[in-house]
């Protein structure tokens, strides 16, 4: 094949892109879908994952179902390729076009004018949640006793808080500004040279976070959507996203959402058939609550910072980043994600574990509305998983598995998705 002269995607022929009527997402039999390899390990990973992702619709549709997938650059490969535009507009413009695609990790190049393309990604398309399942899958190693109780569903808002990237270093003059101001007009006291950063967080930004959460668990069957804040310390911020959370669900929810107290003060408690309960933790308690009884929750939304951490720390209790899956959304486009980096050391050894970026093909699945698909795949890897066949990861943590390539893994999915 050889290599696009432009980062302007020819699309294939025979696909039609997805698209909203009324809100509604329309998804063809054959739908553009985008893919980014990746950097580093992404070579190794996303073949994979494609070629696993396509096996399992043509087994469970039968070929009447198929999706054309449409290469886009980001990263090293669109640098090499386009003159050392790391982040070329049209694939953001195809992104948008196509509503759908899935990218493998990227670097964040050194001294290339980005924090990293990965917040580049998000801010430019407005991906302002962050969505993490996570649960456990038989056979996968973990530090539980009782793994298979964790079964949440994050949503990290994505754009707001210290994440905003509103910091002045010590000794500017921007600082020396903003110190004054504080000091003189505020009477605010903080050590002298020090950093400054400021965390703003909004009713519009904190409100469309939590609606998504509370919309995902209404359709998916869930039983409890928590806010995890740090709303004690952090009264009008963080206190704030609690409040805007309780008031969202009263403007807009009334008739679907019970919140934990009245539970208790109006339905004895007992959760009203039909309704989900939405409720409040403070989020360092929350991480001591998802190590302990993990089954008293079920969606989580979060601020950014509080997210970031929680998702990783929770993934790690069923099998760490290297399975974890994600996906950045805003209303209509999603992005599906490894979670982790491009473990540079690793790259192109065939050797890392494909899980992370094979979950978040599972969740494309489901988001398209193909859970057939998305299950067989489930199925296949946990039955792959239990049957030891694992990647080096795993089998150092599995006494007795079989330690295989990424591809050789790719392979053994595939045949038990055949069975
Ligand atoms: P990393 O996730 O790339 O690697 C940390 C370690 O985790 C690796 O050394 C490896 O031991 C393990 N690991 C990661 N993925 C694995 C897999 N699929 N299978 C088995 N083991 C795996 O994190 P890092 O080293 O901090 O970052 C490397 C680069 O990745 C940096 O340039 C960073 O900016 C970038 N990064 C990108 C993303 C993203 O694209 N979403 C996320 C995190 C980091």
Redesign the pocket.
């Known amino acids: 094949m050889t290599a696009p002269s432009s980062a302007v995607p020819s699309y294939p022929a025979q696909g039609t892109k997805i698209r909203y009527e009324n809100d509604r997402m329309v998804v063809p039999d054959e739908p553009l879908i985008g893919y980014v390899e990746g950097d580093?390990?992404g070579v190794d990973?996303t073949p994979v994952c494609l070629n696993i992702c396509d096996r399992a619709v043509e087994r469970a549709y039968g070929g009447r179902r198929r999706i054309r997938w449409v290469e886009l650059f980001l990263g090293e490969k669109a640098a090499s390729r386009f003159g050392g535009d790391y982040f070329p507009k049209a694939t953001l413009e195809a992104m948008q076009d196509l509503v759908v695609s899935i990218k493998g990790?990227?670097?964040?190049p050194i001294g290339g004018g980005f924090r990293?393309l990965?917040v580049s990604l998000r801010q430019e398309l407005d991906l302002f949640a962050c969505v993490r399942p996570v649960r456990y899958y038989r056979g996968v190693p973990s530090p539980l006793r009782e793994p298979e109780k964790v079964d949440v569903v994050l949503f990290r808002e994505n754009t707001e808080d210290v994440y905003a990237g509103i910091e002045y270093a010590a000794g500017t003059p921007e600082n020396e500004k903003l110190t004054r101001l504080l000091r003189d007009e505020f009477h605010a006291r903080f050590f002298d040279g020090s950093a400054l950063g400021i965390k703003p967080m909004s009713a519009f930004g904190s409100k469309r976070l939590i609606r998504k959460a509370i919309r995902y668990a209404l359709d998916h069957g869930r039983r409890s959507v928590t806010l995890v804040h740090k709303g004690n310390i952090m009264k009008y911020t963080e206190g704030a996203f609690r409040q805007w959370g309780y008031d969202l669900a009263r403007e807009e929810f009334s008739d679907s959402v019970v919140t934990e107290d009245e539970v208790q003060s109006r339905h004895g408690g007992r959760v009203p058939e039909g309704k989900i309960v939405l409720k409040d933790r403070i989020a360092d308690i929350m991480f001591q609550m998802m190590l302990l009884r993990p089954d008293e929750f079920d969606v989580i939304a979060t601020p950014n910072l509080n997210g970031d951490y929680l998702s990783d720390a929770v993934a790690a209790e069923v099998g760490g980043?290297?399975i974890a899956p994600g996906a950045n959304m805003s209303d209509r486009v999603a992005v599906f994600?490894?979670?982790?980096?491009?473990?540079?050391?690793?790259a192109g050894k065939n050797i890392?574990?494909?899980g992370?970026l094979l979950f978040s093909m599972v969740m494309l699945l489901e988001h398209i509305g193909w859970t057939e698909a998305a299950e067989a795949i489930r199925r296949a890897y946990e039955r792959t998983v239990v049957d030891g066949v694992v990647?080096y990861?795993f089998a150092r943590l599995k006494p007795g598995s079989k330690e295989v390539s990424t591809s050789a893994f790719g392979d053994a999915v595939c045949e038990r998705l055949e069975r």
């Open positions: 580093g390990i990973i990790p990227l670097t964040t990293s990965n980043v290297g994600e490894a979670t982790h980096g491009t473990a540079p050391k690793h890392v574990n494909p992370s990647t990861d």
